[in-house]
């Protein structure tokens, strides 16, 4: 079975600090995503990767980046939190064109 | 945005009954996907439906698309209480591409 994992189920940060969100998939997958889960408003897309070290920009990209130095693992990170960014993180992966993604369980991260 | 839209928001049904779900998107697409999502959990992949296929089926379930309307709608035959979670489309345009999701739907099964 494929797996996503993702390294916390529930973060807590103060603002201003940097966060690291890690994601690992076993399953050799070009694509790699991160999306934010908020109440009313869905899934946003944060930012996606098709091969190492390549990603673009989603829809909600400002106040992220990411790193992909290695296919199986994509970081998501926040360069100085805010509370705003009190959300669900899900991390998802996929083989390829047009084929279905596989998410980990996600992370609740709070920004107090 | 280039977010899709699910109708309806919430739906509440008696098991046995069926549950139909619809999504709109905005732009043109290779597939449209179908996942499912229990509370407070990840998601989970249903069925995949392709730009030239119109129907497709996978046990209980049963989603159509029509590229011209841009829409797509998935049917749960025969409810279970174990289907109640939320409920979300997702697309893509090609190759490389990001996947895009809607909102998502509640869909509450009564028992």
């Known amino acids: 079975d494929v797996k996503v994992t993702q390294s916390s189920r529930y973060l807590v940060k103060r603002t201003g600090e940097k966060v690291f969100l890690e994601c690992v998939q076993d399953m050799d997958h070009e694509n790699m995503f991160w999306y934010r889960q908020d109440p009313g408003l869905g899934l946003r897309l944060i930012y996606f990767s098709y091969d190492v070290k390549m990603k673009e920009k989603g829809d909600i990209s400002e106040g992220y980046s990411v790193s992909r130095e290695k296919k199986e693992r994509f970081s998501l990170i926040l360069e100085s939190a805010s509370t705003n960014q009190t959300s669900m993180y899900l991390c998802?992966?996929?083989?390829?064109?047009?084929?279905?993604?596989?998410f980990g369980q996600g992370t609740r991260l709070t920004v107090v | 945005s280039q977010q899709g839209e699910e109708d309806p928001q919430a739906l509440s049904i008696q098991e046995g009954e069926n549950a139909t779900m619809n999504c709109s998107y905005k732009?043109?697409?290779?597939?449209l996907q179908w996942y499912r999502q229990n509370s407070g959990r990840g998601l989970v992949h249903l069925i995949l439906?392709?730009?030239?296929?119109r129907e497709k089926h996978s046990g209980r379930l049963r989603v159509t698309l029509d590229t011209s309307k841009k829409s797509s709608s998935l049917l749960i035959t025969a409810s279970r209480a174990a289907d109640t979670a939320s409920y979300f489309c997702?697309?893509?345009?090609?190759?490389?591409?990001?996947?895009?999701f809607g909102k998502g739907i509640t869909l509450s099964v009564r028992p």
């Open positions: 998802a992966s996929s083989p390829g064109t047009g084929t279905e993604a596989f």
């Open positions: 439906i392709r730009s030239n296929e």
């Open positions: 997702a697309y893509g345009p090609g190759a490389n591409s990001k996947l895009t």
């Open positions: 732009t043109s697409i290779n597939n």
